[in-house]
Every structure is written in structure tokens, then in C-alpha cells.
């Protein structure tokens, strides 16, 4: 029953294009519920620019439970001095069985509608502050994974620039390797090339050292004979 809902609120607007609810009736609540229902109606029709409200409580024709008459009617002015309706409040005009309640909508409204604008201001402050600390985080993730990425560029070159570097190394003292060997080979063929040729010359001394002998013996052998 504390609920209002809002499309109950039928208000209609005259020719000056203001708002207005011609008759909104309490009958059949309690003072507790009452109270309660002309507060929220009262805070509902301001957010609504609704400018005025009347209110039927009855005349008191009829008895309640407890034998009172015109309850709603007596304690009505003092709902309205509950502290979060009163400043909205212009006028409270008493009628037969009811009250116009008329709510002080030209002043008090537009200050509502600055903080109301203020407040939206803020809340795109905060969202746009906020959507741009979200911006720089993501743009502080994505420079980070840039530099990690980086860091593994330069260590993966690094690792194939060192990897070559000794590859490099290696090729080099294989060819030198290579070389020495080679150099060696060809010295060893040399050094068995004098060899051969000291060989050679040797049996060739030889030879011709058992010539000049034979040659020798015979040549005494024939002097001998002639004599």
C-alpha cells in the first residue's frame, strides 16, 4: 500500500500547459497509510512537475472501527509538515471532504534540475575519468606486452647472433684445421720427394763409384798384360 505507482497518478494539464490532478481519493486507508501515500505522492507529482494535487479524505459521514469521524481530514494538515514535503510545498487549501494541495514548482524545480544536471555532470566526469583510466591501463598492458615482445626479439636475436658467431668460429678453426693439415701433407710430400731424390742420387754415386772401379781393374789388368 506504501507503493505508488506512478501511471495511478491521472493528472491532466489546462490550457497553460501546467500540470494538475484533479482528484486523487484516500478512501479506504488507514491515518498510518495515508500519511504515508500523501507523502510519496506529494514527492512523486514534484519529480513530475505536476503542480498541483487534490487530495479527498472525506467529511466524516461515516464512522471508523474505533467510532472517529473525519480522521484523514483532521490529521492532514500535520502530514504535510513531515520535513521532506514541507519545502515543497506552496499552498494547503481546505475543501469539503478534501485538500488542494499546490507545490512550489517554479523555484524549487529549477534548482532540482541544476543539482539533477550537476549530478549527471559528475556521474559523465567520473565515467569519462574512469573509461580513461581504463584507456591508460590498457594502453600501460599493451606497452608492457610491446616490451616484453620486444625483450624476447632481442633475446631470440641475440641467441641467433651468438649461435652464428659460433658457427662462424667453428667454420674458421676447421679451415684452419684444414689448412694445417693440408700444410703438413704437402711438407711431408716434399721432405719424401728429397728423400727420394737423395735415394736416387746416392745409387747413382754408387754406381757410378763400382764403374770407375771395374774400370780401374781392368785398366791395370791390360797394363799388366802389355808389359
Known amino acids: 500500500m506504501d507503493n505508488i505507482n506512478i501511471t495511478a497518478l491521472e493528472y491532466k494539464t489546462n490550457e497553460k500547459g501546467i500540470k494538475y490532478i484533479p482528484r486523487y481519493d484516500l478512501h479506504g486507508y488507514t ?11 506529494i514527492i512523486e507529482c514534484f519529480k513530475l512537475q505536476i503542480r498541483s494535487i487534490n487530495f479527498i479524505t472525506g467529511r466524516g459521514n461515516h464512522q471508523n472501527a474505533n467510532g472517529e469521524r473525519a480522521v484523514l481530514f483532521k490529521h492532514f494538515p500535520e502530514w504535510l509538515k513531515d520535513q521532506e514535503i514541507t519545502n515543497l510545498i506552496k499552498t494547503s487549501i481546505p475543501g ?11 523555484q524549487i524545480h529549477l534548482k532540482i534540475n541544476d543539482e539533477n544536471k550537476e549530478n549527471k555532470k559528475n556521474k559523465k566526469s567520473k565515467k569519462s575519468k574512469k573509461s580513461k583510466k581504463s584507456k591508460n591501463k590498457n594502453k600501460n598492458v599493451a606497452k608492457k606486452n610491446a616490451v616484453e615482445k620486444e625483450n624476447v626479439e632481442v633475446e631470440k636475436n641475440f641467441v641467433i647472433k651468438k649461435k652464428n658467431a659460433v658457427d662462424v668460429e667453428v667454420e674458421k678453426n676447421f679451415v684452419i684445421k684444414t689448412k694445417s ?3 703438413k701433407s704437402e711438407s711431408i710430400k716434399e721432405t719424401n720427394i728429397l728423400v727420394d731424390v737423395s735415394q736416387r742420387i746416392f745409387s747413382i754415386l754408387q754406381l757410378f763409384r763400382s764403374s770407375f772401379a771395374n774400370f780401374f781393374f781392368f785398366y791395370k789388368l791390360v797394363k799388366n798384360v802389355g808389359q
Not at 31 to 41: L, R
Not at 96 to 106: A, I, M, T
Open 31 to 41: 491515518k498510518k497509510q495515508a500519511s504515508k501515500i500523501v507523502k510519496n505522492v
Open 96 to 106: 469539503d471532504g478534501s485538500y488542494k494541495v499546490c507545490l512550489k514548482f517554479h
Open 181 to 183: 693439415i693440408h700444410i
